[in-house]
């Protein structure tokens, strides 16, 4: 299923790289910070499909208007070292289709909030906490129970329930000890700073797969990954107490490290790619709503501007 997803990622990717057109405007759609909390979020959130067209519309709409300045957004618009705006191909959504948390993924370029003890806390928190993550481990513990993974679990809603409570000590184990123990002992960044447009699909995805033996310090620095592989580990060697003997053997364990990080592989590469993709739809609606507003001016007689 990882690979799978990572492929139809790809494939998206592949077709948003190829027929997107270029574009030098910057495209910000961020929402006014108004509290600290907020530095926690990337800058674009599409919560759900109406908050794309209005997104959308409110875009087109400045092409046929004066822009009037808003200091309480400008004040909060992503920017570069150099000043300028970035753009919507280089900018982490909050939420990938409204749904998927991104709380721990950087836009290229950007300025993201400092790391440390309390925020990374925080950041573990939401993402172990989130709603989306009970519906995938409700997914996954089904699946685990119906193909009867580990048979002394047993099967029906016994089964289910004991599938359950132990993925989600996995995952909060999992995501506790990367994104805020190890990672703010040992200074280490573990956020996903996406490389962006500009290099090869091949190249991305490289960069991709070298991010689960690769983070950054605090600093800036490149620094092995000791933080998530080690989180990988411990998680493995922490669910012993929990699990039955015979799921907790050494060829058992290192299948389910070896799964986890693919999932992260998998997961990876669509935030890598997902601006990609929401940039070119966005710019192809653009185009599609500049040829109405065209075609309605020469049926009214509007002289073109």
Not at 3 to 27: E, K, M, Q
Not at 79 to 103: A, C, H, S, T
Request: with cysteine; net charge neutral; charged share 20%.
């Amino acid at each position: 299923m990882s690979c799978f997803t990572a492929l139809l990622c790809l494939s998206v990717a592949v077709c948003a790289h190829a027929a997107a057109l270029p574009s030098t405007d910057a495209i910000t759609l961020e929402d006014a910070v108004t509290s600290d909390s907020s530095h926690l979020e990337s800058p674009l959130e599409f919560s759900s499909s109406a908050d794309l067209r209005l997104a959308i519309d409110s875009a087109n709409s400045s092409q046929a208007a004066p822009e009037i300045a808003n200091p309480q957004l400008a004040s909060t618009e992503p920017v570069k070292v150099d000043g300028k705006e970035i753009p919507l191909e280089l900018q982490q959504p909050k939420r990938i289709l409204g749904f998927m948390p991104n709380f721990r993924s950087v836009s290229s370029g950007s300025k993201p909030h400092p790391p440390g003890w309390k925020y990374n806390f925080i950041v573990a928190t939401r993402q172990s906490t989130d709603y989306s993550s009970f519906v995938f481990l409700g997914v996954t513990s089904l699946t685990a129970e119906g193909m009867d993974m580990h048979p002394s679990l047993g099967k029906g809603i016994g089964g289910a329930w004991a599938y359950s409570w132990r993925g989600f000590l996995d995952k909060s184990d999992n995501t506790y000890l990367s994104a805020w123990l190890l990672s703010s002992a040992l200074h280490e960044d573990t956020r996903f700073y996406a490389l962006g447009t500009g290099h090869s699909i091949p190249m991305r995805e490289l960069y991709v797969i070298s991010r689960q033996g690769v983070a950054r310090t605090y600093g800036g620095r490149q620094t092995p990954n000791v933080a998530g592989l080690g989180a990988k580990v411990l998680t493995q060697i922490v669910s012993r107490t929990y699990y039955p003997s015979s799921a907790t053997t050494f060829p058992v364990l290192a299948t389910k490290f070896a799964y986890s990080a693919m999932r992260d592989i998998a997961i990876t590469s669509i935030r890598e790619f997902y601006p990609d993709a929401a940039a070119h739809f966005i710019r192809k609606h653009r185009e599609k709503v500049a040829r109405m507003v065209q075609h309605d001016n020469d049926a009214a007689g509007v002289p073109a501007p």
